[in-house]
């Protein structure tokens, strides 16, 4: 039966598919096994995940046949947030599952390398597990030991990936950025973490061009005092510079890899928040915990296994790369791509797909929105027949991008919109392969993920806006900032808002079937007259405006009461910003949000500012707009370009001489 409220799904997966989903005899064995329901599809199990947090989380352990060297004497020895400690006395290794798969199926790509010439290249399991045993070996005798730092300045290639596993082999803390990363963002990153080892690139190519990256390196080996070694990769071709090692000789050697036996709260990597204002917060997830909630979500919520090959756009510096990876855990080919997402055309990302007969396709709302408006035909120009599941995540998937997904690459499509975060590397609501997809909609909260939408009284909601919390610990969560030695930092990041319960910062709505709608971040919320509404809301209507390339909007307090909430636009070439553009906009905004959410100005930019992985700057620049200085409103090393940060700065000075000076357009 369907409703206005509650419309029929533009997808539902067929008795077969349902039958054959991982997810589907998951539920049945742990129904034989661990007490979870037999009856009531992933509801049923869902409930259970939360309900019996332990079982579920000894199940997933079961179920996937992780290697416990020592045995733990509980599954969660105390449920505090944060502090909650899983598998206590267990002792385990990431690498070694990671390779498990070359036992097997030695022959077998592990990894598909594809550059800008959009040829795949092949990497066994065998080759791959050799060379981890190589590296660490090296890395041993460089005397890197169990929780030192290990750092690449690395594109999404195979070399980052075998660096990577050598570092977790030898129970060191793998970090990472990407070679576009500017040297003060790099050091903004490492110098945190003092790293004692790093892997680097003597340059990388997008769009066509060699970018060098030598003069970056060198400066990187100057201010990171606490290197003992650097590792070259000549993906240029160039010599390696004085004192570096050559890769081809610290992964020569035919060595079996030796795997450290760390504890499940041992440090595996550091991630970065985008760290928009002060230094980037440099989160450490464990080995334990990391292995356990990509089992469970690449495993079950991707519906990963051996014959799967799994593609997400993604760079080395946002958590979305340590996911790809993490896609070996279930022995699935892993396809790198490295380059640009758009060359040479807009279609690149969909050729990939089809040279790489990729299962599952990862890549952002973003990108699917720029597909469309560049009318791009996916399944008329290549053979996506291998393709079962477009998954999105970064930024809210718009409805339009559901239905033109639907239309353009296939009825019979899998859409998973997900959102989860770096801060637990991983997602909180996403893809759930037995259940319906209906049009901007998150299927369903993810196992063993306690998600809720509440009020600021901590009330949970149903059909309303509330704040994304998380009510009991997931194991993926943070083991710790580094140098934040007593924790404040932390607490005040997810636990200041409501205490014990992780507060994520975004603006959720759990429908009454289920599913989740994100509205964007609550930090930049737009509140007027008590609506509240997220600013996804607002590009999603304004930006199926042909004219429209990106819009960021904001809505600022202003100290005499007022509500000041502008609207900038970045056009596309040969587009003006005239009165009847203007008008269409209100219009839009009027017709499909709300009456109280047409802005008050139509503001012309020269580009819309985002994160160094591709987020709108919303934050920021609302400090800036009140009157806050560039240099404390922002870190600089986090944004892509500094330079848009200043026609806002401008901005706020000549609005300063009173609420309309500087506007252009009027109140709608």
């Keep these: ?67 416990f060297s020592t045995p733990y004497e509980r599954v969660l020895a105390d449920r505090a ?181 760390v504890t499940f709260d041992h440090p595996l990597w550091v991630l970065y928040s985008s760290g928009t204002t002060g230094l980037p917060k440099a989160i450490v997830q464990s080995q334990g915990g990391i292995l356990l909630e990509h089992f469970k ?26 996911f790809l990876v993490s896609g070996l855990l279930t022995g699935t080919t892993v396809v790198l791509y490295d380059g640009s997402p758009g060359y040479p055309d807009t279609a690149a990302q969909w ?18 929105m720029a597909c469309r408006k560049a009318e791009v035909h996916p399944s008329r120009d290549f053979d996506l027949s291998a393709v079962k599941c477009v998954a999105t995540t970064g930024s809210p998937l718009p409805p339009d991008a559901f239905r033109w997904l639907h239309d353009e690459v296939a009825d019979d499509l899998w859409i998973a919109s997900v959102s989860g975060g770096t801060d637990v590397c991983s997602c909180f609501a996403g893809a759930v392969p037995t259940l319906p997809v209906h049009i901007g909609e998150l299927q369903a909260a993810c196992l063993g993920t306690d998600l809720q939408a509440w009020d600021p009284q901590g009330k949970p909601l149903i059909g309303e806006v509330g704040e994304l919390v998380v009510t009991n610990p997931m194991p993926s969560m943070p083991i710790r900032f580094w140098n934040d030695p007593d924790g404040s930092r932390y607490r005040e990041s997810y636990f200041e808002m409501f205490p014990g319960v992780w507060r994520h910062g975004d603006w959720i709505t759990i429908t009454d079937h289920g599913s989740v709608v994100i509205h964007g971040r609550s930090d930049s919320t737009l509140n007027r007259q008590g609506v509240r509404m997220g600013s996804a809301d607002i590009y999603e209507a304004v930006e199926r405006l042909p004219e429209i390339r990106e819009s960021l909007v904001i809505g600022l307090e202003e100290p005499d009461g007022g509500y000041w ?73 986090s944004v892509d370009n500094l330079e848009l940060l200043r026609f806002y700065e401008n901005l706020a000075r000549t609005r300063g001489s009173g609420p309309s000076a500087g506007q252009s357009g009027s109140p709608g």
């Excluded at 947090?53 to 352990?61: K, M, Q, Y």
């Excluded at 803390?173 to 973490?193: H, I, K, M």
């Excluded at 240029?236 to 795997?259: C, I, K, M, N, R």
């Excluded at 990963?304 to 756009?313: A, I, K, N, T, V």
């Design 1 to 67: 039966m369907t409703s206005a409220a509650n419309p029929a799904p533009l997808w539902q997966p067929d008795p077969d598919r349902i039958a054959a989903a991982r997810i589907t005899r998951f539920q049945a064995w742990a129904a034989e096994r661990h007490g979870a329901p037999a009856e009531g599809g992933y509801a049923a199990l869902h409930r259970w995940s939360i309900d019996e947090l332990e079982t579920f989380w000894r199940a997933v352990a079961e179920w996937f046949d992780v290697r």
């Design 81 to 261: 947030m944060p502090g909650a400690r899983w598998f206590p006395g267990a002792t385990i290794n990431y690498a070694e599952h990671a390779l498990r798969a070359a036992e097997e199926r030695p022959h077998d790509p592990a990894l598909l390398h594809v550059d800008e010439t959009h040829e795949p290249t092949p990497i066994s399991w065998s080759e791959l597990r050799r060379q981890v045993g190589a590296l660490a070996d090296e890395l041993r005798a460089l005397g890197v030991r169990p929780g030192d730092r290990v750092s690449g300045y690395l594109p999404n290639i195979p070399q980052a990936v075998t660096a990577l596993l050598a570092t977790a082999a030898v129970g060191a803390v793998w970090t990472s950025c990407a070679p576009d990363f500017g040297a003060r963002s790099v050091l903004d990153r490492f110098q945190q973490v003092e790293p004692v080892v790093l892997f680097t690139v003597d340059g990388y190519r997008y769009g066509g061009k060699e970018h060098d990256r030598t003069d970056t390196v060198a400066e990187l080996r100057r201010e990171l005092p606490t290197l003992r070694a650097v590792i070259h990769i000549p993906l240029l071709g160039t010599e390696a510079p004085e004192g570096a090692l050559d890769w081809s000789a610290v992964t020569s050697a035919d060595v079996e890899p030796v795997f450290e036996q």
């Design 297 to 322: 979500q690449i495993g079950l919520h991707c519906d990963l296994g051996p014959e799967d090959r799994f593609f997400w756009y993604t760079s080395t510096g946002w958590m979305m790369w340590n």
């Design 351 to 368: 050729r990939i797909a089809e040279r790489t007969k990729a299962t599952l396709f990862g890549t952002s709302a973003a990108y699917v």
């Design 565 to 637: 909430m502008p609207l900038f636009v970045h056009l596309v070439d040969g587009a003006t910003l005239d009165d009847d553009l203007r008008a269409r906009i209100k219009r839009t905004i009027r017709e499909q949000l709300s009456p109280r959410h047409v802005p008050d100005d139509i503001i012309e930019v020269p580009g819309v500012p985002h994160t160094l992985t591709g987020k709108r700057i919303e934050v920021p620049v609302k400090r800036l707009l009140q009157g806050t200085a560039l240099t404390k409103a922002v870190n600089p090393g």
